[in-house]
């Protein structure tokens, strides 16, 4: 390790020493997770309608509300925009899910020139 990777530590600690002391870090930013059972009430929907209007599984939507699993991080980035942006979001995946429900054309197979 070069010095500066050791600087940079020493830094890092310093910071969180201070983040648990209670003090206010520059640069530091604390990501509280997203409680979905909350967004999910605010929103006033069953976790059946919230999963189905936001594309997500029921169960997952269970599970994380229980505390039993921790959506990942896109899916965390998901949740914020949810909160932030719910009807627009509801409106996209619903605009989605009519895509996928239209069948696709017959198209004829590509056939190279021998």
């Known amino acids: ?5 050791f600087e940079s ?10 983040h648990i002391a209670g003090e206010e870090v520059k640069g530091l930013v604390i990501h509280k997770p997203v409680d979905v059972r909350q967004l ?15 594309g997500l599984d029921p169960r997952t939507v269970e599970q994380w509300e229980q505390g039993r699993r921790h959506p ?3 899916t965390e980035t998901y949740l914020r925009l949810i909160e932030q942006h719910a009807d627009e979001l509801a409106r996209f995946v619903s605009d989605l899910d009519a895509v996928k429900s239209e069948p696709i054309p ?5 056939v190279p020139y021998a």
Do not use: C, I, V, W
């Open 1 to 5: 390790m070069k010095n500066s990777d």
């Open 9 to 18: 530590l020493r830094r890092g600690l310093a910071q969180a020493k201070a």
């Open 40 to 54: 999910r009430e605010r929103l006033d929907k069953t976790r059946k309608e919230f999963a189905a209007t936001y």
């Open 72 to 74: 990942d991080r896109s």
């Open 106 to 110: 017959e198209q004829r197979a590509l």
